[in-house]
């Protein structure tokens, strides 16, 4: 035994040996009996586990004996005895101790307990263990313990009723599992099979004898159970005297369903099913067949009513048999599905027909039983037609709930008033109101005024997903190649999705639940989905193995098509039977799938169920055409056509009342017309379901006209509802992916099509695709937002549907070019009657051919007859378009990679030529012009044959001249852009230069402007050839070079120029006349096109090459162009170079144009400059070069016209980004090859035919020195100072047409930074004065008054540095920085802070522009008044720039450079903070007179920033000699800031007032740390300044003379205290000892007591004048603080040393006692309280102090 099995089992012993003396404990008194078999029992063990090691065996052996006193102790009925020998038993159970014999005791002794009453959940639960755990209980213990669970059921004890229900499933399903682990152990043994059906029907009592025990147990049980399920008395179960139907129908479903290998495999399982089982449960079902329901009454007529929880269990066990047990209850299975059938019929209870729809739709997704019902019954000749009544019953059930939706309603909802609200009425219409357009409806049918909600089934776990989620999980998706898979794996991908049905489920319910409204439709509809995915995968997964097996077998593959559309073939060899099986299977199905399907298609309002209906549609569409059934093909594809169109229009269009449709639904069914809903669906119109309520598809999304047919036009607009274009979609669908099985049908899916088309405004645009027709053409449509969006997307789709012909048959391929064709034809038979045509056949056609034209053979002759037939039709657009598809189809055909090559392939080149040959019998002039056109597109087929004679071919094409008609030359020209684009590469070196001659005659001439424009490109485009291929050219020209004319500008002294740069020389001059051409267009593309070539292809030139486009292609183009736009005119006459262009108001004269080519010639050779410096430097000429292109930048900088002037700037900032860098690796890489090649490949070189050697690379050194000559830099510098000199200067008189523009004065001087980079070397101060001249002529420039509102910001608030102040700034700033960095430069520092305030001085006073009037901006004026003012005759034409931003950010740059520079000794001798104090005193005397009030507060910061770094120089005994009359300057400033002239305005707030009193304490504090401490060092007379100051603002006084001023905001109470407190602290009163500086105290305090003095005098005075009248507030705290700073002065006057207060100060203080007693009169509490301290210090004085008589004497 393993160790756990030992611990196991002396854990039993153990416990057993405790119960036992338990036991005996509690029976020693009363049970003696027992107690002494306990203590028996207790021996027994310790004797058994002391003789065996096997422990568990031996107690099996003497379990008996063991078991004995817990049998006597349950014998007692004592209840804790029971108890207690019940846990023990339970024990021995669990460890499975027990032997047969035993276990039968204990089933006995479990009787007796049941029968007591005694612990019945032990009971149960000790049965429950007994069972499950061992098989030691079998045969009549089995029974008898199975008997006690049943009799428990019945307890009236809830509790124990309901555990013993559980106990009794599990107990039976142990049963049957016994015969599963039986069949398991004997699997490999023989099987007993003698059995005999008639020894079971005479014998029933007992069990077969073939039957192993545990079978036979179950056989019993289950032979019981039927018995008592039909109330028979059980022959087994002995005891059970009652069983109730629902719990053994429950019983017998659950073993039904769970064990079916039981039942399979043996044959008397098999027997109790058609011998008890099935006559049963149609015994049961005999109520509810006999029972029927009234149509116009709630109630039952006649026999027993239906009960619901029996029928609900019956149809469940139905269910499980025909899932389960079909194979061997094959009539059985017959006689339920009729049952369920009858069930659907209309005279039932909904619940009833409920219930058999469930069961319907699980066997509807079963494949394989579908497949066994139609083989088993509907292909038996006297057989029930089982299937075709499943789908007919579906069709008849969906249709009565539309024909009596009273009674149904009415019998679904018991008890429900179902009136006009609730039962006609959809949710979106309630109480006649419309829901709001936030709520979304709830997806329904709707028809005829009955409204159907469809209920997400899918939500209760009772459906499964829609059609086509279900296709996706199955992973079979029909009609696409390659995903066909096992037929077996399919049908256990569906067997494994079971369904579960709500009502199938509610076992608890005792009555007949209320069905929801619409549920009964919802599960009818998704097994109508059902049966067409089973069918559908049933047929195509079998056809797909059968494609299988026959492609594995050898058979050739047929060409074109998918594997599920090439059914002819595969059909011919399939099993006859397996044909016939598929056929049946549609055959019993499509009549009432359509039926049922059309009928719902139009009255479904939802998007997602139409959509499932409509592909289910497709999917039988499908299924039918692959079996070659064309009547039911048809009859969904006109099913399809009509639901895509309005009722009346399919009518008239599809002619669907025609005989040969009308028989359609006739075939092989019984059922008619009428019964499915067809009749009343056909003849549905404006009355039908078009408006029903609350259906949102049937909402009109598309007005459009009537497409002319043949039998006539229909009168008035024709509406497409969202469901039409929800079905044109499905036709496409249809048609895209079964294609290949239409056959004929193609002709209405396409007319159906065509008239879709027509009515959403779709027209044939270029390659036959579909587009949205413009404005003009639909006119009377009306085409919603959400459609219009669709277009584009169903157009794509048409588009895709006829691109996928190419994967069609050639049989298919004929039917769909012969409807097309045949609708063509019906739309030149409209034509020829003055009608508008539609040309959808045509353009299909077309795109029909374009896509196959890898079996061009098959359709080529069929197609072209019929366009040709078109293209001599009268209607001139039809006639266009067939001449448009058929040119089209010529170009693609030749254009087309045939296999062998077509110039290979004579047959059928002259095939495909033939169909232009025929063109020319066609007099019409169009269809000539378009056969010429397509011949000059195919004449590069030949192309190839021609050599030599290019140049004559050229020749001719190149003889054009203005006279000749502008058709000819634009067919001429179309022939040359054929040859430049295709035949260059074939084309003689030699004619090239040829072709760019030739490309320069058709830029040159004057007819056709858009010629000479694309001439320009065609030149760009040789130039490309010719660097692409520049080692072949180069190799070509020199073996060709006899044959050359050679030109060749060189002069006779200069080296002749190599052929391959003679053709670039050539190609650059013929550029350059064309840039000098007389229309605009013309210059301005060929110079784009020029400066490009230079700059992109200008590495292949030699170095001595670039001398002659220098001197001999742009300076001469520049001379020409300065020459041409001199001459050009100002006025408006012709400028548009003849031809018809609207021209821009700033083009719009002969000047003007010419103003535009003369800056782009400057801007390319300036480019070229830059692009080429390096080989441009290595000319010995450059410097001579470099001066001339900056004399013609001068002259044009200096232009009047704006644009000239500003792009002379810009090409004069480009030039100076020469660098004295190494050259760039596209320079290195084209000096290497100089020496070698001129690409990459090494195969391959070019051969200069120059005289010498390859000029040598200069060395890098040496291109330095020339780069850093500074001759070139100091023609710059001079060029730009003349620029700026010339540029700026002011005019004389005080008007002025016109002055300088902001862009180009800005790019003038952010030229500068980059330009002094390279003479910063030998920049002086001379040069620093000629930079300031120009920065400030350039800053004071004002601006036109007519742009100045879109210039200038609207408020000094939203003011900003504009880019010219940014770039003068920027200048300084370079300079600056320079000086910094050199020793020489610093004496410029002072040059540089004189400027700087310059500008400063600008915030308070704007600068002048010579003597031109100006206007500065208001600060308070609104943006509309500076408007009016600005427009106003009387005002200045010329505005000032806003120059606070500007002077602030000087004044930023100021302090900040001081900080730098305030210890060099030019700073300080030049008396730079001196100049920065004076010019400070401005914006700080003007204070709130500042145009902006940033610029004050800016002063007083940067004032004190700059403070506190010059006053310790200044204080410095070494330098302060250059400082001696700064200080009265500094007094002076001082002054102006804290008692400014300007007051605060009065709309100022208290915190800003706060704000800028703070800062006039912050100037304070200065004087208090920086000044007075060191007044020793510092002048007498800027001390007693500074001081008067302090006086002046220790008392803060009103400054109105009347007392009734209620105004206080001019009182600085905190720096009144501030400067009051700074005149205490250098009083120095507190000192101990005289000090020298006594005289200043002494001096403060007279003036300070006086000026209280004069305070209080006044108040007094206007507190009498006053009288009742309050004084204001300002007066009353200015009272306040002159007597609190009285208190405090007198309180530090006590506190002095006697020798540091003067008796003049005492007697001052004295005088002031009468006036401060003429103020007692005061009401104000503050005033009061005040006064009342100061008086409180006259106490001393009234009895004077022994001290203070001293000091009086």
């Known amino acids: ?47 058994v586990v002391a003789k065996n ?203 039904l369903n769970s064990f079916p290998q039981v039942f399979l495999r043996h044959k008397e399982f098999s027997f109790l099913l058609k011998e008890r089982v099935c006559p049963l449960v149609i015994k049961l079902f005999s109520p509810s067949l006999k029972h029927k329901q009234n149509l116009m009454s709630t109630g039952p007529l006649v026999g027993d009513k239906p009960y619901f929880p029996l029928n609900m269990r019956l149809l469940r066990v139905v269910s499980v048999l025909i899932n389960k047990y079909y194979s061997i209850l094959v009539t059985e299975s017959e006689i339920f599905l009729s049952l369920l059938v009858k069930f659907l019929e209309g005279d039932k209870p909904m619940w009833q027909r409920i219930l058999a729809l469930e069961v319907l739709h699980k066997l509807c997704v079963q494949l394989k039983l579908l497949r066994c019902f139609c083989l088993s019954y509907d292909m038996k000749t006297h057989s029930t037609k089982i299937f075709a009544n499943i789908v007919n019953a ?33 949710p979106g219409v309630v109480g006649g109101m419309s829901l709001g357009g936030g709520v979304t409806p709830q997806p329904a049918f709707a028809y005829k005024g009955v409204w159907i909600p469809l209920i997400n089934v899918a939500a209760t776990g009772s459906a499964r997903p829609v059609f086509l989620e279900r296709l996706t999980e199955m992973k079979i998706l029909v009609q696409v190649p390659g995903l066909s898979e096992a037929l077996t794996t399919i049908y256990e991908s569906i067997n494994g999705k079971s369904f579960k049905g709500n009502f199938l489920e509610m076992l608890d319910k005792l009555e007949a639940p209320t069905v929801p409204d619409g549920y009964g439709l919802s599960i009818a509809f998704t097994c109508l989905l059902d049966v067409v995915r089973s069918v559908s995968t049933i047929v195509t997964s079998e056809l797909e193995v ?99 169109l309005p009722p009346h229009y399919a009518l008239t269009v599809l002619n669907i009342a025609t005989p040969q449709n009308a028989n359609i639904l006739h075939k092989g069914h019984k059922r008619s017309i009428s019964r499915d809903g067809l009749s009343n669906q056909q003849g549905q119109g404006s009355d039908g379901n078009a408006n029903e309520p609350g259906d949102g598809r049937n909402q009109v999304v598309a007005v459009g006209t009537a497409l002319p047919t043949v039998q006539g036009t229909q009168q008035g607009p024709v509406m497409l509802t969202a469901k039409n274009i929800q079905c044109m979609r499905a036709i496409l669908s249809v048609a895209h992916c079964h294609g290949g099985i239409l056959g004929t049908a193609w002709h209405m899916v396409l007319t159906t099509l065509q008239h879709l088309a027509w009515i959403l405004g779709l027209k044939p645009s270029a390659g036959g695709s579909l587009k949205v027709s413009g404005a003009a053409e639909t006119a009377n449509s009306v085409i919603t937002t959400a459609v219009m969006g669709e277009l584009p997307i169903l157009s794509a789709m048409l588009s895709r549907l006829f691109e996928s012909s190419q994967y069609l048959d050639e049989v298919a391929l004929h039917h769909l070019i012969d409807a097309l064709c045949k609708l063509s034809t019906e739309s030149m038979e409209i034509a020829y009657a003055n009608k508008e045509p539609s040309l959808f056949a045509v353009a299909k056609l077309l795109e029909t051919g374009l896509v196959n034209l890898s079996r061009v053979e098959v359709l080529w002759r069929p197609v072209t007859a019929h366009l040709l037939e078109v293209c ?67 004449l590069h087929n030949n192309g190839e044959t021609l050599a030599h004679g290019w140049p004559l071919v050229l020749g001719v094409i190149g003889a054009v001249s203005d006279d000749q008609g502008d058709s000819l030359i634009r067919t001429a020209f179309k022939c040359f852009q054929l040859v430049t684009t295709d035949f260059l590469p074939i084309m003689p070196r030699y004619g090239l230069q040829i072709c760019i001659s030739v490309a320069a ?50 002069s006779p002294n200069e080296a002749p120029v190599p052929p391959f740069d003679a053709l670039w020389l050539t190609l650059y001059s013929k550029q350059a006349d064309l840039c000098v051409d007389s229309r605009p267009a013309v210059r301005k593309s060929a110079g784009q096109t020029l400066f490009s070539t230079i700059s992109a292809h200008g590495s292949l030139l030699q170095q001595t090459t670039w001398s002659t486009v220098l001197w001999h292609v742009l300076f001469p183009l520049l001379d020409k162009v300065k020459k041409l736009s001199g001459a050009a005119k100002q006025d408006k006459s012709d400028v548009s170079g003849g031809a018809n262009i609207l021209i821009h108001h700033s083009r719009d004269t002969a ?53 000239v002037s500003l792009n002379a700037l810009k090409s004069f900032q480009e030039i100076l980004q020469l660098q004295a860098s190494s050259p760039s690796p596209k320079v290195l890489e084209k000096a290497a090859s100089l020496d070698t090649s001129m690409s990459a490949p090494k195969a391959e070189q070019i051969k200069r035919t120059t005289s010498g050697d390859n000029p040598k690379i200069m060395p890098q050194k040496q291109i330095e020195s020339v780069m850093d000559d500074f001759t070139l830099w100091s023609t710059a510098w001079r060029v730009w100072h003349s620029i700026g000199i010339n540029g700026t200067k002011p005019p004389t008189s005080k008007t002025a047409k016109t002055l300088p523009s902001q862009p180009f004065l800005t790019t003038l001087l952010q030229i500068f930074p980059t330009l002094f980079q390279h003479i910063k070397s030998k920049f002086v101060a001379s040069d620093f004065q000629k930079l300031s001249r120009v920065l400030q002529c350039a800053v004071s420039v004002p601006i036109h008054a007519d742009a100045s509102p879109f210039l200038l910001p609207s408020s000094m608030q939203e003011a900003e540095l504009t880019g010219l102040q940014e770039a003068a700034l920027n200048a300084i700033t370079c300079v600056s920085k320079a000086i910094g960095t050199s020793e020489t430069m610093q004496s410029m520092h002072p040059a540089v802070f004189d400027q700087l305030l310059t500008f400063v001085t600008y915030a308070c006073q704007a600068p002048s522009f010579g003597q031109i009037e100006t206007r500065v901006m208001s600060k308070t004026a609104s943006k509309q008044e500076k408007w009016e003012s600005f427009r106003g005759s009387q005002q200045a034409e010329w505005v000032s720039m806003n120059y606070v931003p500007f ?170 205290k501030t400067c009051f407190e700074t005149l205490l602290r250098f009083s120095f009163i507190t000192q101990s000892l005289v000090s020298e500086e006594g005289a200043i105290t002494k001096m403060a305090m007279s003036a300070l007591l006086q000026r209280c003095r004069e305070v209080l005098s006044k108040y007094v005075e206007d507190e009498r004048l006053s009288g009742k009248c309050p004084l204001p507030r300002s007066r009353m705290a200015e009272i306040s603080f002159v007597l609190k700073a009285l208190t405090t002065l007198m309180e530090s006057l006590k506190k002095a040393h006697s020798g540091n207060v003067d008796v003049n100060t005492w007697e001052q203080v004295i005088d002031l006692y009468p006036t401060l007693v003429d103020c007692t009169t005061c009401t104000s509490t503050t005033v009061c309280s005040a006064l009342r301290d100061v008086l409180s210090q006259y106490h001393d004085l009234l009895l004077p102090p022994s001290g203070a008589m001293q000091n009086g004497r």
């Not at 107690?59 to 029971?82: H, W, Y």
């Not at 044909?579 to 298609?601: D, H, M, Q, R, Y």
């Not at 001439?1005 to 072949?1032: A, M, P």
């Open 1 to 47: 035994m393993a160790t756990a099995d030992v611990v196991s089992a002396k854990k039993l012993v153990e416990n057993l040996q405790t119960d036992l003396r338990a036991l005996s404990n509690e029976a020693k008194k009363k049970y003696p009996p027992v107690k002494e078999a306990a203590e028996a029992g207790i021996l027994r063990i310790r004797t």
């Open 53 to 255: 090691k096997d422990i568990i065996p031996a107690l099996i052996a003497c379990s008996g004996e063991i078991m004995q006193p817990f049998l006597l102790g349950c014998d007692t009925k004592n209840l804790r005895i029971v108890q207690i020998c019940l846990a023990s038993i339970q024990r021995l159970i669990a460890k499975q101790a027990l032997s047969q014999e035993a276990g039968s005791n204990v089933v006995n002794m479990l009787w007796n307990l049941m029968d007591c009453g005694i612990e019945d959940l032990k009971v149960l639960q000790t049965t429950l263990v007994l069972v499950t755990t061992s098989t030691v209980v079998r045969g009549n213990a089995l029974a008898r313990a199975i008997v006690i669970c049943f009799r428990l059921h019945f307890s009236k004890d809830n509790t124990v009723s309901n555990t013993a229900s559980a106990i009794v499933q599990q107990v039976v399903c142990t049963v049957f599992e016994r015969v599963l682990a039986e069949d398991a152990a004997n699997a490999a043994g023989a099987e007993d099979h003698s059995f005999h059906q008639n020894s079971l029907k005479t014998n029933s009592r007992l069990p077969p004898k073939s039957l192993r025990p545990c079978a036979t147990d179950a056989y019993l049980l289950f032979q019981d159970l039927c018995q008592l399920v039909n109330a028979e008395h059980p022959t087994w179960l002995l005891g059970l005297t009652e069983m109730s139907r629902t719990f053994g129908l429950e019983l017998l479903e659950s073993i």
């Open 394 to 426: 579906l069709g008849s059930f969906i249709q009565s709930l539309f024909v009596h939706p009273v009674v149904e309603r009415q019998s679904a909802l018991p008890g429900v008033n179902s009136g006009k609200d609730g039962l006609n009425s959809s």
């Open 546 to 644: 059968e494609q299988r097996r026959k492609d594995q077998s050898g058979s050739k593959k047929m060409n074109g098509g998918t594997v599920l559309d090439r059914n002819d073939a595969v059909l011919e060899d399939v099993d006859p039977s397996l044909k016939s099986l598929w056929e049946e299977l549609v055959n019993a199905s499509w009549c009432g799938v359509l039926a049922a399907l059309s009928l719902l298609l139009e009255a479904c309002t939802d998007e997602t169920g139409t959509e499932s209906i409509l592909k289910s549609l497709e999917v039988y569409a499908s299924l039918c055409g692959k079996l070659g059934m064309t009547v039911a093909r048809d009859a969904f594809i006109t099913c399809l056509c009509k639901a895509s």
């Open 872 to 938: 001599q039709h009268n209607h001139g657009r039809t006639r266009d378009w067939g001449a448009e598809a058929i040119t089209s189809l010529v170009k693609a055909s030749l254009a087309y990679k045939f296999e062998p090559p077509l110039h290979e392939n004579l047959k059928l080149q002259t095939m495909l030529l033939s169909p232009l040959q025929e063109l020319s019998a066609i007099q019409h002039p169009d269809i000539r012009q378009r056969q010429l056109e397509c011949v000059l597109q195919v």
């Open 1001 to 1050: 005659k058709f830029g040159l001439q004057k007819e056709e402007l858009n010629i000479s424009l694309t001439s320009v490109g065609l030149l760009w485009n040789i130039s490309d050839y010719l660097y692409q291929n520049r080692v072949s050219i180069s190799e070509g020209l020199v073996k060709e070079a006899n044959l050359v004319e050679g030109t060749n500008d060189s």
């Open 1151 to 1203: 000047e003007k144009q010419w103003a535009e080519t003369k800056v782009l010639t400057l801007a390319g050779v300036a480019r070229v400059f830059n692009t080429w410096r390096q080989q441009l430097i290595l000319l010995g000429d450059f410097p001579r070069a470099w001066a001339l292109l900056l004399e013609h930048i001068e002259s044009s900088a200096l232009s009047t016209s704006n644009e």
């Open 1447 to 1616: 002077a602030e950010k000087s004044l930023s740059m100021t302090t900040a450079l001081y900080k730098k520079t305030a210890t060099r000794q030019a700073v300080m001798e030049q008396q730079v903070l001196q100049n920065i104090l004076r010019v400070l005193q401005m914006p700080l005397g003007l204070k709130y007179a500042c145009p902006s009030a940033t610029t004050w507060k800016l002063a007083v910061t940067s004032l004190l920033e700059i403070l506190h770094i010059g006053l310790p120089v200044a204080r410095n005994p070494t330098y302060n000699k250059h400082f001696k009359s700064m200080w009265l300057d500094l007094a002076a400033a001082l002054e102006c800031f804290l008692f400014s002239e300007h007051p605060a305005p009065l709309t100022l707030s208290v915190e800003e007032q706060q704000q800028d009193e703070a800062m006039d304490v912050k100037v304070v504090l200065l004087i208090q740390n920086e000044i007075l401490p060191y007044s020793t060092a510092l002048p007498p007379q800027f001390t007693a300044k500074i001081m008067g100051l302090l006086n002046r603002g220790s008392i803060h006084s009103a400054n109105s003379s009347s007392f009734l001023d209620t105004n206080n905001s001019q009182l600085r109470e905190e720096f009144a």
